[in-house]
């Protein structure tokens, strides 16, 4: 399930509240300023710092 285009434009990253960049497959939301990565699984964004994974 793709994720609607609207949801993208608005998601920051809860770290630091910039701006994130969508890996080319949708699975997860890159931050390149804090460095994490955030999943996005059975569609749905998981937005929280504990979550993510740094890259």
Do not use: H, W
């Not at 630091?16 to 949708?26: A, R, S, T």
Request: with cysteine; aromatic share 4%.
């Amino acid at each position: 399930m793709a994720l609607s285009p609207e949801l993208i434009s608005i998601l920051v990253c809860p770290q630091c509240k910039g701006k994130l960049d969508m890996e080319p497959n949708e699975t997860a939301f890159l931050c390149s300023a804090c460095r994490l990565r955030y999943p996005v699984r059975e569609g749905i964004p998981v937005m929280l710092v504990d979550e993510a994974e740094k890259i």
